[in-house]
C-alpha cells in the first residue's frame, strides 16, 4: 500500500509567439486569437522579406519594427496567401500558400476544378487534427498540393491533397491549399 501512490506535477501549456504574414485576414486573425496564443503580431510580406530568416526563430529575434519583446522570437509563424521566397527556420503555417520547398508544391484551382468541394477523408489520428471534424467544411476553389515522398498528406479534397505536412531541417511546415 506505500507504493500504490504516484503524484505528478504537469507546467501549463506553453503560449506560443505567433507571427502573422499578412495584407490582411480578419477571420484567420480571430481563429489565431481564439486559440489563446500569448502574443500574436503582424508584418506585411514586404516587411518579412527584409527580415534575417535566422533572427525570427525564438531566442534570437530583435525587436525590428513589430511589437514584442526583444530576444523572444516566434514559435510559430502563419503564411496568409504568401509564399515567402526563402524557407523560414522556424515552424511554419501556409494558408493557399507554400514554402520554397521541392518535397511541397501548392497548385491553383483550375476551370476543370468545380467551384466548392468538400473534405472527403483527413488523418484523424494527426496530432494536428485529432478531434478536428471537417465532415461540414465546404471550399471554394481550394487548389490541390502536389508533395513528394517527403511530405505526410492529412486531408485530401475532391482534386486530391489539401493539407500536407513536411519536415525539412527539423523545421515543420504545414500547407493548406485554402
Known amino acids: 500500500a506505500s507504493d500504490n501512490t504516484v503524484r505528478l506535477t504537469l507546467a501549463p501549456a506553453r503560449r506560443l509567439r505567433v507571427l502573422m504574414v499578412t495584407t490582411g485576414n480578419a477571420f484567420l486573425t480571430k481563429g489565431i486569437e481564439s486559440a489563446g496564443v500569448r502574443q500574436l503580431s503582424f508584418m506585411t510580406p514586404e516587411k518579412f522579406e527584409d527580415q534575417d530568416p535566422l533572427s525570427l526563430r525564438r531566442g534570437g529575434w530583435e525587436a525590428a519594427g513589430t511589437s514584442g519583446l526583444a530576444g523572444e522570437g516566434f514559435d510559430v509563424?502563419?503564411?496568409?496567401?504568401?509564399?515567402?521566397?526563402?524557407?523560414?527556420?522556424?515552424?511554419?503555417l501556409y494558408f493557399a500558400a507554400a514554402p520554397p520547398i521541392d518535397a511541397i508544391q501548392?497548385?491553383?484551382?483550375?476551370?476543370?476544378?468545380?467551384?466548392?468541394?468538400?473534405?472527403?477523408?483527413?488523418?484523424?489520428?494527426?496530432?494536428?487534427?485529432?478531434?478536428?471534424?471537417?465532415?461540414?467544411?465546404?471550399?471554394?476553389?481550394?487548389?490541390?498540393?502536389?508533395?513528394?515522398s517527403q511530405a505526410t498528406i492529412m486531408a485530401t479534397g475532391q482534386s486530391g491533397p489539401i493539407?500536407?505536412?513536411v519536415v525539412e531541417d527539423g523545421v515543420r511546415h504545414v500547407v493548406a491549399s485554402f
Open 77 to 92: 509563424i502563419v503564411f496568409d496567401q504568401y509564399s515567402p521566397k526563402t524557407t523560414p527556420k522556424v515552424d511554419s
Open 163 to 165: 493539407m500536407a505536412e
Open 106 to 148: 501548392r497548385m491553383a484551382s483550375d476551370e476543370s476544378d468545380t467551384g466548392s468541394q468538400r473534405v472527403l477523408t483527413w488523418e484523424r489520428d494527426h496530432p494536428l487534427l485529432r478531434y478536428v471534424v471537417l465532415d461540414d467544411v465546404i471550399l471554394s476553389e481550394p487548389g490541390r498540393l502536389v508533395v513528394s
